[in-house]
């Protein structure tokens, strides 16, 4: 056997190891991120993070979300968890805000990282006690 035949031996057994081990590495250092996703199914755009709610409150999305009563909620807006946001619009253009009486609500869904649904809340312009926004899951 040539060093020519050994050479390309070698390297016809290490290429693919190779790129397996980078596969393989970035699987593993890929973790889950959340995302906010709107209406439409795409993710949130900044004049959405700052439509207003309808009420007096005249509450932004970004705000509302915040500043939720519910961790998974706050968490998943500031991208620090692998729960992702489907918001629910209130009617066939998008809109992200629906009216209720006096007030307005967000209604979402959070999924985990698998893609499964976990949860079905609504966040509300108003504030509870501990100043964040009535959320209820």
């Excluded at 390309?8 to 991120?33: C, I, K, W």
């Excluded at 996703?37 to 009420?55: F, L, Q, R």
């Excluded at 489907?86 to 009216?99: F, K, P």
Aim: aromatic share 8%; with cysteine.
């Amino acid at each position: 056997m040539s060093y020519l035949n050994l050479s390309q031996a070698l390297r016809d057994f290490l290429f693919p190891a190779v790129m397996m081990a980078f596969v393989l590495l970035g699987t593993f250092m890929t973790s889950a991120h959340a995302e906010v996703y709107s209406p439409n199914g795409v993710p949130m755009s900044p004049s959405e993070w700052g439509e207003k709610s309808p009420d007096k409150a005249a509450v932004t999305v970004k705000e509302a979300l915040s500043n939720a009563d519910d961790p998974k909620i706050v968490s998943a807006v500031s991208k620090s968890s692998p729960f992702t946001l489907n918001l629910i619009g209130s009617d066939s253009a998008g809109t992200i805000w629906w009216s209720e009486g006096d007030g307005a609500e967000i209604k979402l869904n959070i999924i985990n990282a698998s893609g499964s649904q976990i949860g079905s809340c609504t966040v509300s312009s108003s504030k509870g006690k501990d100043g964040k926004f009535d959320t209820m899951c």
